[in-house]
Nanobody, 118 residues
Framework: QVQLVESGGGLVQAGGSLRLSCAAS????????MGWYRQAPGKQRELVAS???????NVADSVKGRFTISRDNAKNTVYLQMNNLKPEDTAVYYC????????????WGQGTQVTVSS
């Protein structure tokens, strides 16, 4: 069973930075695309960024130029560096395996809360 443990969230002022981490187990990490998702209050969960095993990334337009996703296959960990944070980035952030999310077979961790004050 896949287990995902997110960490690194917190309260930060607008313009600040945070680095999120997600440790994965129960999957062959290096074989899977990994993604960071977020869910703001009253909104649907959305995919923020994804990264292929070889390092190719995709980032949502809303965070392009501010967020960077990376991974360490040796540590089974995926990261999200978030710079120039805005109040609209406030959400609970989760990591997961996009192919499992799309197929409705994903289980979710507890997420990590990011709160950006203006």
């Amino acid at each position: 069973q896949v287990q995902l443990v997110e960490s690194g969230g917190g309260l930060v002022q607008a313009g600040g930075s945070l680095r999120l981490s997600c440790a994965a187990s129960g999957i062959i990490f290096r074989n899977n695309v990994m993604g960071w998702y977020r869910q703001a209050p009253g909104k649907q969960r959305e995919l923020v960024a994804s990264i292929h095993s070889g390092g190719t990334t995709n980032v949502a337009d809303s965070v392009k130029g501010r967020f960077t996703i990376s991974r360490d296959n040796a540590k089974n960990t995926v990261y999200l560096q978030m710079n120039n944070l805005k109040p609209e980035d406030t959400a609970v952030y989760y990591c997961n395996v996009p192919r499992m999310v799309v197929s409705n077979s994903a289980s979710w961790g507890q997420g990590t809360q990011v709160t950006v004050s203006s």
